[in-house]
Protein backbone atom coordinates (compact mmCIF):
# COMPACT_ATOMS: atom_id res chain seq x y z
CA UNK A 1 0.00 0.00 0.00
CA UNK A 2 1.66 3.20 -1.33
CA UNK A 3 1.76 5.72 0.65
CA UNK A 4 1.46 9.50 1.06
CA UNK A 5 4.16 10.84 -1.86
CA UNK A 6 5.93 13.91 -2.94
CA UNK A 7 7.50 15.17 -5.58
CA UNK A 8 9.80 16.83 -6.60
CA UNK A 9 12.11 16.27 -3.10
CA UNK A 10 14.21 19.13 -2.72
CA UNK A 11 13.65 22.39 -5.19
CA UNK A 12 15.96 25.19 -5.30
CA UNK A 13 13.70 29.00 -7.00
CA UNK A 14 15.15 32.57 -7.42
CA UNK A 15 12.71 35.43 -5.59
CA UNK A 16 10.18 36.00 -8.07
CA UNK A 17 9.76 32.71 -9.60
CA UNK A 18 6.90 30.38 -9.41
CA UNK A 19 6.85 26.68 -8.45
CA UNK A 20 4.71 23.92 -8.32
CA UNK A 21 4.70 20.91 -5.99
CA UNK A 22 2.75 17.26 -6.54
CA UNK A 23 1.30 15.33 -4.03
CA UNK A 24 -0.47 11.93 -4.39
CA UNK A 25 -2.60 10.93 -1.27
CA UNK A 26 -2.68 7.54 0.56
CA UNK A 27 -4.58 4.52 -1.67
CA UNK A 28 -8.42 5.33 -0.21
CA UNK A 29 -7.88 8.90 0.72
CA UNK A 30 -9.88 11.71 -0.82
CA UNK A 31 -9.05 14.69 1.31
CA UNK A 32 -5.38 16.69 0.31
CA UNK A 33 -3.97 18.50 3.45
CA UNK A 34 -1.19 21.31 2.84
CA UNK A 35 1.14 22.48 5.55
CA UNK A 36 4.43 24.66 5.53
CA UNK A 37 6.98 24.05 8.19
CA UNK A 38 10.03 26.53 8.34
CA UNK A 39 12.31 25.14 10.18
CA UNK A 40 12.48 25.12 13.80
CA UNK A 41 9.23 25.07 14.20
CA UNK A 42 5.44 23.47 13.64
CA UNK A 43 3.86 22.94 10.23
CA UNK A 44 1.67 25.41 9.54
CA UNK A 45 -1.49 24.52 7.75
CA UNK A 46 -2.09 26.21 3.85
CA UNK A 47 -5.22 24.49 2.86
CA UNK A 48 -6.97 21.71 2.19
CA UNK A 49 -8.98 19.87 -0.58
CA UNK A 50 -11.53 17.48 -1.17
CA UNK A 51 -13.70 17.09 -3.80
CA UNK A 52 -11.73 19.19 -6.52
CA UNK A 53 -11.96 22.62 -4.20
CA UNK A 54 -10.73 24.07 -1.64
CA UNK A 55 -12.52 23.68 1.33
CA UNK A 56 -10.45 25.22 4.42
CA UNK A 57 -7.32 28.17 3.94
CA UNK A 58 -5.31 29.11 6.58
CA UNK A 59 -3.55 32.26 7.00
CA UNK A 60 -1.49 32.59 3.84
CA UNK A 61 -1.72 34.92 0.91
CA UNK A 62 -3.34 34.18 -2.22
CA UNK A 63 0.57 33.60 -3.77
CA UNK A 64 -0.49 30.37 -2.75
CA UNK A 65 -2.76 28.41 -4.48
CA UNK A 66 -3.46 24.75 -5.09
CA UNK A 67 -5.76 22.58 -7.12
CA UNK A 68 -6.65 18.83 -6.54
CA UNK A 69 -7.55 16.32 -9.38
CA UNK A 70 -10.28 13.90 -10.12
CA UNK A 71 -7.50 11.29 -8.98
CA UNK A 72 -7.55 13.18 -5.45
CA UNK A 73 -3.62 13.93 -6.37
CA UNK A 74 -3.17 17.33 -5.93
CA UNK A 75 -0.60 20.09 -6.71
CA UNK A 76 0.59 23.29 -4.61
CA UNK A 77 1.44 26.41 -6.74
CA UNK A 78 3.65 29.56 -5.19
CA UNK A 79 3.69 32.51 -7.19
CA UNK A 80 6.37 35.77 -6.83
CA UNK A 81 8.37 33.70 -4.34
CA UNK A 82 10.11 35.54 -1.28
CA UNK A 83 12.72 34.34 0.73
CA UNK A 84 10.64 33.76 3.45
CA UNK A 85 8.85 31.05 1.34
CA UNK A 86 12.10 28.87 1.79
CA UNK A 87 10.50 25.73 4.20
CA UNK A 88 9.51 22.07 3.75
CA UNK A 89 6.28 21.93 2.25
CA UNK A 90 4.55 18.92 3.42
CA UNK A 91 1.33 16.96 2.28
CA UNK A 92 -0.88 15.15 4.49
CA UNK A 93 -3.97 12.92 3.13
CA UNK A 94 -6.98 11.78 5.01
CA UNK A 95 -10.09 10.55 4.37
CA UNK A 96 -13.00 13.33 4.83
CA UNK A 97 -14.64 10.79 7.51
CA UNK A 98 -11.53 10.90 9.49
CA UNK A 99 -10.09 14.27 8.13
CA UNK A 100 -7.76 14.56 11.31
CA UNK A 101 -6.21 11.38 10.81
CA UNK A 102 -3.78 12.37 8.50
CA UNK A 103 -0.42 11.08 6.97
CA UNK A 104 2.08 13.09 5.73
CA UNK A 105 4.39 12.75 2.64
CA UNK A 106 8.41 12.91 3.17
CA UNK A 107 7.70 16.55 1.85
CA UNK A 108 9.37 19.10 -0.54
CA UNK A 109 12.18 21.60 0.52
CA UNK A 110 12.15 24.92 -1.16
CA UNK A 111 14.98 26.95 -1.01
CA UNK A 112 14.38 30.53 -2.48
CA UNK A 113 17.68 32.52 -2.86
CA UNK B 1 -0.39 34.06 22.11
CA UNK B 2 -0.07 31.20 19.80
CA UNK B 3 -2.96 28.56 19.95
CA UNK B 4 -0.73 25.89 20.52
CA UNK B 5 2.06 26.01 22.93
CA UNK B 6 4.64 23.26 23.78
CA UNK B 7 7.40 23.20 26.45
CA UNK B 8 10.50 25.10 24.46
CA UNK B 9 12.85 22.49 25.05
CA UNK B 10 15.26 20.81 24.15
CA UNK B 11 15.11 18.00 26.61
CA UNK B 12 18.27 16.09 27.20
CA UNK B 13 17.89 12.58 29.23
CA UNK B 14 19.69 9.47 29.80
CA UNK B 15 18.42 6.06 28.52
CA UNK B 16 15.91 4.33 30.91
CA UNK B 17 14.52 8.07 31.80
CA UNK B 18 10.70 9.35 32.30
CA UNK B 19 10.27 12.32 30.46
CA UNK B 20 7.07 14.41 30.03
CA UNK B 21 5.85 16.90 27.27
CA UNK B 22 3.45 19.34 27.90
CA UNK B 23 1.04 21.49 25.22
CA UNK B 24 -1.41 23.72 26.13
CA UNK B 25 -4.24 25.57 23.86
CA UNK B 26 -6.53 28.24 23.76
CA UNK B 27 -8.95 27.85 21.15
CA UNK B 28 -11.85 26.02 24.19
CA UNK B 29 -13.39 24.84 20.74
CA UNK B 30 -11.01 22.10 20.70
CA UNK B 31 -12.13 18.99 20.13
CA UNK B 32 -9.50 16.36 19.37
CA UNK B 33 -5.95 16.18 20.57
CA UNK B 34 -3.52 14.37 19.18
CA UNK B 35 0.71 13.49 19.61
CA UNK B 36 2.92 13.08 16.46
CA UNK B 37 6.52 12.23 16.33
CA UNK B 38 8.84 13.95 13.80
CA UNK B 39 12.03 12.72 13.16
CA UNK B 40 15.05 14.99 11.79
CA UNK B 41 14.27 15.81 8.61
CA UNK B 42 11.16 13.53 8.03
CA UNK B 43 7.44 13.77 7.74
CA UNK B 44 5.39 14.24 11.01
CA UNK B 45 3.92 10.53 12.10
CA UNK B 46 1.19 10.09 14.16
CA UNK B 47 1.87 8.73 17.90
CA UNK B 48 -1.07 8.80 19.09
CA UNK B 49 -4.18 10.20 19.90
CA UNK B 50 -5.20 11.60 23.17
CA UNK B 51 -8.76 10.80 24.59
CA UNK B 52 -10.63 12.25 27.69
CA UNK B 53 -9.70 9.32 30.26
CA UNK B 54 -6.18 9.22 29.30
CA UNK B 55 -4.64 6.59 27.45
CA UNK B 56 -1.49 4.66 27.23
CA UNK B 57 0.54 3.10 24.64
CA UNK B 58 2.83 0.79 26.07
CA UNK B 59 5.63 3.06 27.33
CA UNK B 60 3.59 6.15 26.19
CA UNK B 61 1.06 7.83 28.26
CA UNK B 62 -1.25 10.71 27.32
CA UNK B 63 -3.28 13.09 29.18
CA UNK B 64 -6.03 15.38 28.44
CA UNK B 65 -7.33 18.19 31.00
CA UNK B 66 -10.40 19.85 29.16
CA UNK B 67 -10.80 22.57 31.77
CA UNK B 68 -7.20 23.37 32.74
CA UNK B 69 -6.90 23.16 28.40
CA UNK B 70 -3.91 21.17 28.26
CA UNK B 71 -2.51 17.88 27.44
CA UNK B 72 0.79 15.78 28.25
CA UNK B 73 2.86 13.18 27.04
CA UNK B 74 4.74 10.79 29.13
CA UNK B 75 7.49 8.37 27.79
CA UNK B 76 8.74 5.92 30.81
CA UNK B 77 11.99 4.25 30.11
CA UNK B 78 13.13 6.31 27.47
CA UNK B 79 15.35 4.36 24.17
CA UNK B 80 17.63 6.05 22.05
CA UNK B 81 15.52 5.74 19.24
CA UNK B 82 12.77 8.32 20.94
CA UNK B 83 15.26 10.72 20.34
CA UNK B 84 12.38 13.41 17.88
CA UNK B 85 10.41 16.10 18.21
CA UNK B 86 7.71 15.90 19.53
CA UNK B 87 4.69 17.65 18.28
CA UNK B 88 1.29 18.48 20.09
CA UNK B 89 -1.92 18.86 17.84
CA UNK B 90 -5.30 20.05 18.03
CA UNK B 91 -8.49 20.24 16.34
CA UNK B 92 -11.06 22.94 16.60
CA UNK B 93 -14.55 22.74 14.94
CA UNK B 94 -15.25 26.53 14.09
CA UNK B 95 -16.70 27.41 11.33
CA UNK B 96 -14.79 24.64 9.69
CA UNK B 97 -12.09 22.05 10.89
CA UNK B 98 -9.24 23.73 11.68
CA UNK B 99 -5.73 21.56 13.04
CA UNK B 100 -3.06 23.50 14.61
CA UNK B 101 0.69 21.92 14.97
CA UNK B 102 2.31 22.94 18.59
CA UNK B 103 5.85 24.01 17.60
CA UNK B 104 7.55 20.95 18.75
CA UNK B 105 9.72 19.65 22.17
CA UNK B 106 13.10 18.23 21.05
CA UNK B 107 13.93 15.10 23.10
CA UNK B 108 17.56 13.58 22.81
CA UNK B 109 18.29 10.70 24.50
CA UNK B 110 21.63 10.15 25.75
CA UNK B 111 23.50 6.94 25.97
Known amino acids: DAGVTQSPTHLIKTRGQQVTLRCSPKSGHDTVSWYQQALGQGPQFIFQ???????QRGNFPDRFSGHQFPNYSSELNVNALLLGDSALYLC????????????FGPGTRLTVT | RKEVEQDPGPFNVPEGATVAFNCTYS??????FFWYRQDCRKEPKLLMS???SGNEDGRFTAQLNRASQYISLLIRDSKLSDSATYLCVVRAKTSYDKVIFGPGTSLSVIP
Open chain 2, 50 to 52: VYS
Open chain 2, 27 to 32: NSASQS
Open chain 1, 49 to 55: YYEEEER
Open chain 1, 92 to 103: ASSRVTSAYEQY
